[in-house]
């Protein structure tokens, strides 16, 4: 159950970076809200998760996960470079996730 919650952890951490770019300095009111409403979420989750995860791993894949998310939507939403080094990079930090994810199953 805490890898479901860590998962669901790092989906917010995306969407509050992701969110960050809307608020425009928070000077916008509902963008604005809404990631601070994903921040306190993701941090929340997180130490939900840390009661049974070990906090170094807990910690790597929640923000492994927040990079690679904002990372593929940045290009997706904002036409970010997409070039094969930085997919490779990508793929590599997915590759830490599992493998963190199997050592601790």
Excluded: N
């Excluded at 998962?7 to 009111?29: M, N, P, R």
């Excluded at 921040?39 to 840390?50: D, E, F, I, Q, R």
């Excluded at 929640?62 to 593929?72: E, K, M, S, Y």
Aim: aromatic residues 12%; proline residues 3%; charged residues 10%.
């Amino acid at each position: 159950m805490a890898w479901v919650v860590l998962f669901f952890a790092g989906l917010f951490e995306v969407a509050w970076a992701i969110g960050l770019k809307y608020t425009d300095g928070f000077s916008k009111l509902w963008p604005s809200v809404g990631t601070v409403v994903a921040m306190t979420a993701s941090v929340v989750l997180l130490g939900w998760a840390l009661k049974t995860l070990p906090l170094g791993t807990a910690y790597a894949v929640w923000t492994g996960i927040g990079t690679v998310g904002t990372a593929a939507l940045g290009m997706i939403l904002f036409g970010e470079p997409a070039g094969a080094a930085r997919l490779l990079c990508i793929a590599a930090i997915v590759g830490g996730i599992i493998g963190l994810k199997m050592l601790h199953a």
